[in-house]
């Protein structure tokens, strides 16, 4: 019994510990928080559903005034907290955020932020007019106070958006994590009942997926597939034996990079009709470009004249042209696309790393080819053309366009 006495203290001991180590934004509920700084007193207050956070609030409605004092403990000490109203819809792009964050002197800021895309922000005006703001940290929590006179008198329930991240570089917040509870951070707030609901889950998980989606296809098909395609056709075709398999490789990874990337374009128009007021217009254009050349690179097996026609020469430049033009424009495009997903830095990486692959290939069958060809002529000693091949099945070679 007295040997079991140090252990039990030790227990009580340990378990002391770990509540004091809890914050006080996990321990308290909205009802029991206080402003000593303010001394200011709310109408109403909600415990919001994810990252921890309190909104408490007091509406004018004969003036459209919202004061709003968001509490929430940054995801890391130098990170940042915010709160949003979405005029027109329910997810982060298009709301209209405060910032809370501490600056260059370590005094707490507030800024405004108009989110537009899922890029780098700019500091910028919103919706509504803010009177003032003001912010503050303690105890691993900041809280952030505003008074913003809203636009639309007599609207009362409002789309609401917060988050929290976790660093700040140049005064500008860093983006957050893609934890389920940072993507399901909004919902609805009733200003005059004082209550608050939580937004589908399905809308912004599902506007997400066709996000993900449009990335994946357009990187496997523009991206992959049709640079090895070019590669397998300006290479592989050589080596006679490869006759001619080669050339039903080259469709193949052709075609299917073709229906692939219409089926990402696809989805990007679908995207882009339900984003009103939001463009990319650089990454759009690229992708009119790409499947414009694409569909008449495509064509170019319907019209492609026999080797000896006197137009094939034409044909090869065309050809080539708009094949190395897509190769060029795709990967560009990959990477816009990765600037405006913001997807986890290991996606990107890993795109890299396959298309330097990639390159690395294509270079070693480039003095491959060279050496092979150069043999060739010397043996023939009638080779003008730097690449010799084999046509499509066809018995004779026929110089190939570099």
Known sequence: MAASLPTLASLLFLLLAVVSLISPSQSATCTSQTFTTTNKLYSFCNDLPSLNSFLHWSYD????????????????????????????????????????????????????????????????????????????????????????????????????????????TGGVPDKHEFQPANLNSKGSLDLLRGQSTVAPAGGGNSRANKRNIHG???????????????????????????????????????????????????????????????????????????????????????????????????????????????????????FKGFDILQPQNKWKNAYIVLISVLGVIALLLEAITWIIVLRRKKKSGNSTKPYEGFNNGHSRQEPLAP
């Open 61 to 168: 409605p004969t003036r459209s005034e919202l004061s709003v004092a968001f509490i929430a403990a940054p995801a890391r000490p130098d990170g940042w907290i915010s709160w949003a109203i979405n005029p027109t819809s329910t997810g982060m792009v298009g709301s209209q955020a405060l910032i809370a964050f501490k600056d260059s002197s370590g005094g707490m800021a507030v800024k405004t932020y108009n989110i537009t895309s899922y890029g780098p922000l700019t500091e910028s005006k919103v919706w509504y007019e803010v009177k003032n703001s003001s912010a503050e940290s303690s105890g691993g929590v900041m809280r952030l106070f505003a008074t913003v006179v809203l636009p639309e008198m007599g609207k009362t329930t409002l789309n609401q958006v917060w988050q929290v991240g976790p660093s700040v």
């Open 216 to 334: 994946i296809l357009n990187v496997v098909s523009w991206g992959i597939m049709f640079p090895i395609g070019i590669i397998i056709a300006r290479y592989v075709r050589v080596f006679p034996s490869a006759d001619p398999s080669w050339f039903y490789l080259h469709i193949f990874c052709q075609v299917s990079a073709y229906a692939i990337g219409v089926a990402g374009w696809g989805t990007g128009l679908k995207l882009g009709s339900e984003s009103k007021g939001i463009t990319y217009s650089t990454h759009r254009s690229i992708g009119i470009a790409l499947f414009t050349l694409a569909t008449v690179q495509i064509f170019a097996l319907l019209l492609r004249p026999k080797k000896d026609h006197k137009y094939r020469f034409y044909w090869n430049i065309y050809h080539h042209g708009f094949g190395y033009g897509i190769l060029i424009l795709g990967i560009i495009n990959v």
